[in-house]
C-alpha cells in the first residue's frame, strides 16, 4: 500500500487499487483552471457549478470570442469546448487555442459523433452529449496527466 | 419480378411483330390479288373476245366457201343445161361429195319461176314464183342472198343461200338449201365450262341455235345483242351471275354470234395455274407468327434475366443508400435529442449533487425525491445508449487499417462471453481455416461486428444451444475471407428478414436492445469494403455470413 499525502491539504490518500486514481484526483482537483465553452447556457451553468462544487476552478464563455477574452486572462488548463455553436465554431475555436497555446488541452463536447476532425486538429479527447460528470472528470485528469 | 409487366411486354412484341409483318404481307397480297384479278378478267375477255372472232370467222367462212361452191356452179353451167332436173342432180350430187350440208337445190328464172328442184322434197307450201317474196328482189338486187335460219319441210333447221347469176339472156338464181347443224357445232365449239354457252342471234334478236338461254327460234328477251357491231366484249350481270359477253358481228347474213362465260369460271381457270399461292401465302404467315412469338418469348426471357440479375446487383446498392440515408438521418436525430438530454441530465445531476450536500434527510420526502433524480438519471442513460448507437451508426469514422489475423479477432471476442455462454449453457463451436490469410482492416470495428452478432445469437437461442463459427478463404482473384456466425436459435421471423439490418428492427423486447447492433455492424463492414448477409428460417436459426476482401 503506497500512501501519498499532498502538500497544503491536511490529508492523506491511501492508494489501493482502483479506487486510486479519483482519491488522489480528489486532491489535486483543487489546483485544476478548466474553462467550459458552450452555447447552451442552462447546460453549460449547471455543468459549471457542478463542477465547482467538486473543487474545480471553473470559468464560463458562451462563445469563441468570449472564450478568447477569458483564456487570455484566466489561462485555463483545459478547454471543455463544445462542437457545434453559432458564429465561431468549436474547431475554428480549437484550432486557434493550439496555435496560441499548445500546452492547453481541449476536450471536445458534441452532440453528433463527429470529432476526427478535432482529433486531427489536436483536441485531447472528446464527449458525446449527455456526458456523466464523473466520465469528464477522469477525462480531465487525464488530459492533465498527459501535459 | 413483375410477370404482368412481362406478359403484356410479350404481347406487345408479338402484337408489333405481326402487325409489321403481316400487314406489309397481306397489303402485298391483296395488291397482288387484285392486280392478278384485273389481268385475269382482261385476259379472259381478250380470250373470249378472240375466240367470238375466230368462230364468226370460221362461221362465215364456211358460209362464204358455200357461196363460193354455188357460184362456180352459176359460173360455169348455162341455165339451159342446169334447168334440166338429171343435170342439177348431177350437180347435187358433186357439192354433197364436197361437202355433206346441201338439202336441196333450187333454179329459179328472173321472173321468179322455179325451174328446177333437187334434193330434199320440196314443201307444197313452197310457191313456184317468187317475185312476191322479199328475199326474191333482194337476191336479184345484190347477187348473193342469205336467209336467216328456219325449219324446214322435214323439220330440219336450214338456211338459203342464192346465188344470181346475171346473164344477158336473162338473169338466174341458184338455190340452195343449207343444214345448219353444221353451224350449231361451228358455235358450240367455241366457249369451256358449265356455264359457257354460245348462240347467233339474228337482226330480230331471234335465236338461230339452240343455247342455255333459249331454244332455237325463240326470242332472246334480254340483253339485245342483235345491234351490236364488230367484235367486241363486256361484262354483264345475269340474275345475280357475272357473266363475260363477248359478240361477232357477220357481215352477210346480218347475224351476232354470242359467246357467254362465266366470269367466276373464266378467272377461276386462269387461276389454276398459280394454285399454290394460297398455301405459300398461309405457310409464309405462319411462319412469320410462329417467329414473332418465338421471338417474344426470346426477348421477353431474356429481359426477365436481365431484370433478375439487375435486381440482384441494384438490390445491394439500394440497401447500402437506404443505410447511408438512414444514418444521416439517425445521427440528425441523435444530435438534436443529445442535447436536450444533456441539459436534463445536469440538472438532474444537479439536483442529486443538492440532495447529497443538503442535509435533507430527515425530510419525509427525501427518500422519494433521491428516487426519482436516481431514476431520471437511469433513463437519461437509457436514452444515452440509444442516441449514442444511432450516432455510431450514423457517423463516417474512417476505418484503422491493421494487419490482423480474423482467427484471432474472433478467438478474442468469443473470451469475453465465455462466462455468460457457459452459464446460459450455450455451446460456441469454432472451426477456423488455418491457412486463413491476414487482411489489412480495422480490428476495433470488426470485433465490434463479431460482438453484436454473437450478443443476439446469445441472446436468440436463450438457454442450451449451440453457435458455431467458422472462417474459410475463396480461392481466385477477387479471394474474400468468409465469417459464419450461426446459431440453432429460432431463426429472424420471414417479415423481418428483408429488414433485418435496418435501424430499430429487432427481435428483441424494447428494454433489452436498441435494434441499431446489425445496422451498426452492416455498415461497419460496408466501410472495411465487405459484405454481410443473413439466411434464416423460422425455427431453424439464423446465420450470418461476413465477406471481407483479402487486401
Known amino acids: 500500500m503506497t500512501v501519498i499525502c499532498y502538500r497544503n491539504m491536511g490529508e492523506c490518500c491511501a492508494i489501493i487499487s482502483s479506487v486510486s486514481a479519483s482519491c488522489h484526483r480528489k486532491y489535486i482537483m483543487k489546483d485544476w483552471r478548466v474553462l467550459l465553452v458552450d452555447d447552451e447556457e442552462e447546460f453549460r451553468s449547471t455543468l459549471a457549478e457542478r463542477l465547482r462544487r467538486r473543487g474545480i476552478a471553473v470559468n464560463e464563455a458562451g462563445g469563441g470570442e468570449e472564450a478568447f477574452r477569458i483564456i487570455e486572462a484566466f489561462a485555463p488548463q483545459v478547454i471543455v469546448l463544445d462542437v457545434l455553436m453559432p458564429g465561431i465554431g468549436g474547431l475554428q475555436v480549437l484550432k486557434r487555442v493550439k496555435a496560441d497555446h499548445p500546452n492547453i488541452q481541449v476536450i471536445l463536447l458534441t452532440g453528433l459523433g463527429t470529432t476526427e476532425e478535432g482529433r486531427e486538429l489536436g483536441a485531447f479527447d472528446y464527449l458525446i452529449k449527455p456526458i456523466h460528470i464523473e466520465k469528464l472528470i477522469e477525462k480531465i485528469g487525464e488530459a492533465l496527466d498527459h501535459n | ?551
Open chain 2, 1 to 551: 419480378m413483375d410477370k404482368r409487366f412481362l406478359r403484356i411486354l410479350r404481347l406487345k412484341l408479338v402484337v408489333t411483330a405481326l402487325i409489321l409483318s403481316v400487314l406489309p404481307l397481306l397489303v402485298l397480297g391483296f395488291t397482288y390479288y387484285r392486280q392478278f384479278n384485273q389481268a385475269a378478267r382482261d385476259n379472259a375477255i381478250e380470250a373470249l373476245t378472240r375466240l367470238a372472232q375466230n368462230r364468226r370467222d370460221v362461221l362465215q367462212r364456211f358460209l362464204d366457201d358455200r357461196i363460193a361452191q354455188l357460184n362456180s356452179i352459176t359460173q360455169t353451167q348455162p341455165l339451159q343445161r342446169i334447168r334440166d332436173e338429171s343435170q342439177l342432180a348431177n350437180l347435187f350430187n358433186m357439192l354433197q361429195l364436197q361437202s355433206n350440208v346441201f338439202l336441196a337445190l333450187d333454179v329459179i328464172d328472173q321472173k321468179g319461176d322455179r325451174l328446177a328442184h333437187v334434193g330434199t322434197q320440196a314443201s307444197p307450201n313452197d310457191p313456184l314464183n317468187y317475185t312476191n317474196e322479199a328475199w326474191f328482189h333482194l337476191a336479184m338486187s345484190s347477187g348473193v342472198y342469205i336467209s336467216d335460219v328456219f325449219l324446214g319441210f322435214a323439220n330440219v333447221p336450214q338456211l338459203l343461200i342464192s346465188v344470181t347469176k346475171w346473164d344477158e339472156n336473162g338473169n338466174w338464181i341458184l338455190r340452195a338449201a343449207i343444214r345448219t347443224d353444221i353451224i350449231d357445232e361451228i358455235v358450240r365449239s367455241g366457249p369451256g365450262g358449265n356455264r359457257g354457252d354460245a348462240f347467233i342471234v339474228n337482226a330480230d334478236n331471234v335465236l338461230h341455235t339452240n343455247s342455255f338461254s333459249g331454244k332455237i327460234f325463240g326470242h332472246l328477251t334480254l340483253p339485245d345483242f342483235s345491234s351490236s357491231t364488230g367484235v367486241k366484249s363486256q361484262e354483264m350481270t345475269e340474275q345475280g351471275q357475272e357473266y363475260l359477253f363477248a359478240t361477232a358481228k357477220l357481215t352477210n347474213p346480218k347475224w351476232v354470234l354470242v359467246i357467254r362465260q362465266d366470269l367466276p369460271e373464266a378467272i377461276g381457270s386462269l387461276f389454276k395455274g398459280s394454285n399454290m399461292q394460297i398455301p405459300i401465302f398461309i405457310s409464309i404467315s405462319l411462319l412469320i407468327v410462329i417467329s414473332a412469338i418465338l421471338i417474344s418469348v426470346y426477348i421477353t426471357n431474356d429481359v426477365a434475366r436481365v431484370l433478375q440479375e439487375a435486381s440482384k446487383i441494384q438490390d445491394p446498392i439500394i440497401q447500402s443508400s437506404k443505410m447511408a440515408a438512414l444514418g444521416k438521418m439517425a445521427a440528425g436525430i441523435a444530435h438534436e435529442i443529445n442535447n436536450p438530454l444533456a441539459i436534463i441530465g445536469e440538472k438532474a445531476g444537479w439536483m442529486k449533487d443538492l440532495l447529497d450536500e443538503e442535509d435533507v434527510s430527515k425530510s419525509e420526502n427525501f427518500r422519494e425525491l433521491q428516487e426519482c433524480v436516481n431514476k431520471i438519471r437511469d433513463q437519461i442513460d437509457r436514452c444515452r445508449t440509444v442516441t449514442h448507437h444511432l450516432l455510431q451508426f450514423g457517423r463516417r469514422i474512417a476505418p484503422i487499417q491493421e494487419s490482423v489475423d480474423i482467427n484471432q479477432i474472433l478467438a478474442d471476442t468469443i473470451i469475453l462471453f465465455k462466462s455468460e455462454a457457459s452459464f446460459r449453457g450455450i455451446e460456441i463451436n469454432t472451426k477456423y481455416e488455418e491457412l486463413l490469410p491476414r487482411i489489412t482492416t480495422d480490428p476495433t470495428q470488426l470485433q465490434q461486428v463479431f460482438l453484436n452478432i454473437i450478443d443476439n445469437s446469445i441472446d436468440a437461442i436463450g438457454k442450451s444451444g449451440t453457435i458455431g463459427i467458422k472462417t474459410s478463404v475463396t480461392s481466385g482473384a477477387n479471394s474474400e475471407i468468409m465469417i459464419e456466425i450461426s446459431d440453432n436459435g429460432p431463426g429472424i421471423p420471414k417479415h423481418l428478414l428483408g429488414r433485418i439490418f435496418d435501424p430499430f428492427v429487432t427481435t428483441k423486447k424494447s428494454d433489452e436492445g436498441t435494434g441499431l447492433g446489425l445496422s451498426i455492424s452492416y455498415g461497419i463492414v460496408e466501410k472495411l469494403g465487405g459484405h454481410i448477409e443473413v439466411a434464416s428460417e423460422e425455427s431453424n436459426g439464423a446465420t450470418f455470413i461476413i465477406r471481407l476482401p483479402v487486401v
